[in-house]
């Protein structure tokens, strides 16, 4: 072999070596870059998530003190209820002993 055919062979053989090589390095930077785009884009979401749960926390706390404030009046009205029933029976009472003793 002469040293033409020699430095044609070694030029083809760096030439498809440095392709190799380069192709790796840029996959390797694609493949970095496409991992931290996937992390930023995770950490929005969990940002996301994190917000959307504070905000339900925060309904959740609203509504069960809503429901409490109506457990407490239905208690109260029942009470009056029992109450005014009380109120009628007493005055039936003293309503049939003022009428035997003629008031």
Same mark, same amino acid.
């Given at each position: ?49 994190? %917000?959307?749960? !504070? ?12 429901? %409490? @404030? ?8 029942? !009470? @009056? ?5 009380? @109120? %009628?029976?007493?005055? !039936? ?11």
């Amino acid at each position: 072999m002469d040293l033409n055919a020699i430095l044609v062979t070694a030029a083809a053989i760096g030439t498809g070596l440095g392709g190799f090589v380069g192709g790796r390095w840029t996959a390797r930077s694609a493949m970095s870059d496409i991992a931290a785009d996937t992390i930023e884009m995770l950490q929005t979401q969990n940002e996301l998530l994190r %917000s959307e749960k !504070d905000t339900l926390g925060l309904t959740l706390l609203d509504l069960q003190t809503r429901v %409490s @404030v109506l457990e407490e009046l239905v208690t109260q009205r029942a !009470d @009056v209820e029992d109450l005014s029933h009380k @109120v %009628s029976l007493v005055k !039936d009472t003293v309503e049939r002993i003022a009428e035997r003793v003629g008031a």
